[in-house]
Structures are given as structure tokens and as C-alpha cells.
């Protein structure tokens, strides 16, 4: 009896053994893992393959300008292969009311080659103390508006102070951003004086400027020659043609016109076109 037994116990061990071993049909709950976890799975890879596009979209931006060599005047960052310059702060804004400026700059043949008319909307970007900006003022009359753009408050002060001394009515100081002048309505004309060349975020600024601009409606840079080495100015506040035409392929712009009358500037004109002049 003894190794009956013992055989006996051997095949009811074999049988739990065999039991244990043997499969167990899936639960509701096992069924529902078995088949979310590969969409789970799935999900998560594709967001990971997502990401690289998506980086790459906000990288585009940035990725207009490049980091490099800074120099004394500069800022280490380049645009077009230029690199931007340090802009001028309120603290000498005395420089922009100079007595030797009129020679220098010759502001009649500047405002000659704007050619306003009576009743225009100009934005004076960079306007400083206004030094074009009650010229303009004056050639558009009453039912015009110039509209100073600065983004140093301390900078729209002293132009308030200079319209008040000279009883200028139609200038209105605008608050703008490094990336946007924030100008309140379309313009027919933007003017830049020795600005440009300063802006920080040059594509963006543009961009905006561009889309207040009215059909049709003009963009003009007055910059120190950057082709004549014997204007008396730090070489980065300075722009040659090519660098300007070359800059602005980047924006709905065609160029118009060269004038090339000042002693120390030219005054580069663009258009809005025709295809980008909705407002």
C-alpha cells in the first residue's frame, strides 16, 4: 500500500504542478491591459516623433539671426551676415539736435525725396527728439498725423517738450517694442533715420511695420553711407545699399529708388507690393 500511496501523492502533486502551470483564460481587466497598452504605446510615440517638428516650428524664428563674434559697437548678433548695432540712448539725445546737423544731413533734400502730400499718415520710427518728425508735420497739414515711435518713454518726453516749443499739434508720441512700433492706424509712409541699423529684431519689426502699411505704401531708410569709407561714423552705424536691398528681401518689399544727393547718406526707398498691399 505504501508505494500505492506514494503514487497516488505523486499524481496529485503532478496534477497541482500541472494545474499551476496551465493557462488561465484572460479576465475582463487583463483583456482591457492586453489592449489599451499598445495604444498607450503607440500614443506616446507618436508625440515623440511630433516634437522634432514642433521644435523645428518655434526654432524658425530664432534661427533668422546668428550668434558671433561681438564687437565694441555691436551686439553679437548677426542678421544677413551684419552684425546689429548698440542703439542710442535718451542720454544723448543732444546729438540729435546738433546745430551742424542741417549741413551734415541736409534735411531739406530728405524731406524733397519723401514727397508727402497734404492729409498723409506717416510713422517717424526712431524719432528721437522729432527732429523730422515737425517737418513732416508741417508738409501733411492738420488732417495729417506723424506718428512718433520710440521705445525709451524717456525719449517720447523730450519729443512732447520740442512739438510743445514749436506748437506742433499733428504728433502724436507712440510707445513701441523692440519687435512692433504698435502703430494705432495703416500709414502711407514709414521713415527710419539712422535707425535701422540699431534694431535688435530687425525681421519682426519689419513685419510689423510692413502690415500697417496702406497699399502702395512707402518704407524709406536714411542711413549713413557703409560704401564710402570717409564717412566720419563707427562703421557699424553705418549701412551700404546691397546690405539694405539684401535685408529686405525678406519683407512684401520692392525697392524704388536710390537717392544719393546727401553728403553723407543715401536714402533708400521701398513699396509695398502689390500682391502683399492688403491692409
Known sequence: RAPVKAAKARGRSDARRFRLA????????????????????????????????????????????????????????????????????????????????????????????????????????????????????????????????????????????KMKERGVTNVLGVLGTTTDPKLPKPVDLVLMVDVYHEFDHPWEMMDAICRQLKPGGRVVFVEYRGEDPEVPIKPLHKMTEAQVKKEMTAQPLEHVETIRTLPRQHVIIFRKRAESAKP
Not at 483583456?31 to 504605446?41: E, K
Not at 546737423?101 to 531739406?108: G, I
Not at 506723424?146 to 521705445?151: A, F, R, T
Open 22 to 161: 496551465k493557462p488561465r483564460p484572460p479576465s475582463p481587466r487583463c483583456a482591457m491591459r492586453t489592449h489599451v497598452f499598445p495604444l498607450v504605446i503607440l500614443t506616446l510615440l507618436a508625440v515623440v516623433l511630433a516634437l522634432p517638428s514642433r521644435a523645428q516650428e518655434k526654432a524658425s524664428g530664432p534661427a533668422r539671426y546668428q550668434a558671433g563674434v561681438r564687437t565694441r559697437d555691436g551686439i553679437g548678433k548677426y542678421y544677413f551676415g551684419r552684425e546689429i548695432a548698440h542703439y542710442m540712448t535718451h542720454l544723448a539725445a543732444p546729438w540729435l539736435d546738433r546745430p551742424e546737423r542741417e549741413q551734415e544731413e541736409r534735411p531739406d533734400l530728405v524731406m524733397k525725396a519723401l514727397a508727402l502730400r497734404p492729409g498723409d499718415t506717416v510713422a517717424d520710427i526712431g524719432c528721437g527728439t522729432g527732429y523730422f518728425s515737425w517737418r513732416m508735420a508741417e508738409v501733411i497739414g492738420a488732417k495729417g498725423a506723424v506718428y512718433g515711435v520710440e521705445i525709451q518713454p524717456e525719449m517720447l518726453d523730450l519729443l512732447a517738450g
